[in-house]
């Protein structure tokens, strides 16, 4: 029962330091109102930087799960093989 007051407790306060104060909703442009706190971004740059970060992610998180899903060799001599038994 502890267990639950306490996650319960840890969601509520995780979740209330998510959204940004007022003070901070004022300085941010339009697309990140409500979501950060802080001064917004200073130049068109930050911008620049944060999409080809988010592309350079996506695509991590994109090959990540293919190669995961379904890896492709199928060389015997693989180094795999060196340690994995399937018999």
Avoid at 10 to 32: D, F, R, S
Avoid at 60 to 80: C, D, R
Wanted: with cysteine; aromatic share 8%.
């Amino acid at each position: 029962m502890k267990k639950k007051y306490a996650a319960t407790l840890l969601l509520v306060t995780i979740i209330e330091m998510v959204h940004a104060c007022p003070v901070c909703e004022k300085q941010q442009p339009t697309i990140t109102r409500g979501i950060t706190h802080g001064a917004g971004p200073q130049s068109n740059w930050d911008w620049l930087i944060v999409t080809v970060i988010s592309i350079i992610t996506l695509a991590t998180l994109f090959y990540s799960v293919k190669f995961l899903v379904k890896p492709g060799e199928k060389n015997n001599n693989h180094i795999k093989n060196s340690i994995l038994n399937f018999n």
